[in-house]
């Protein structure tokens, strides 16, 4: 179960998948995977829901 992660200016979405992977999909050709502290480290103003997403899927 993917938990899409609410991200104010950012292009695309955002998401936490099972393995605790955060996948950053920009568009259908465009898609990164990213660790947890790599995603903060773009987007630090969303430290908080990142953490979140990571505790709900514990």
Same mark, same amino acid.
């Given at each position: 179960? /993917?938990?899409? @992660?609410?991200?104010?200016? @950012?292009?695309?979405? !955002?998401?936490?998948? #099972?393995?605790?992977?955060?996948?950053?999909?920009?568009?259908? !050709?465009?898609?990164?995977?990213?660790?947890?502290? #790599?995603? @903060?480290?773009?987007?630090?103003? /969303?430290?908080?829901? @990142?953490?979140? /997403? !990571?505790?709900?899927?514990?």
């Amino acid at each position: 179960m /993917a938990l899409q @992660i609410t991200v104010h200016g @950012i292009e695309g979405t !955002l998401e936490v998948n #099972d393995d605790g992977e955060l996948v950053h999909v920009k568009s259908t !050709l465009e898609t990164e995977v990213l660790t947890a502290q #790599d995603a @903060i480290r773009r987007w630090p103003a /969303a430290e908080r829901e @990142i953490r979140s /997403a !990571l505790k709900t899927l514990e």
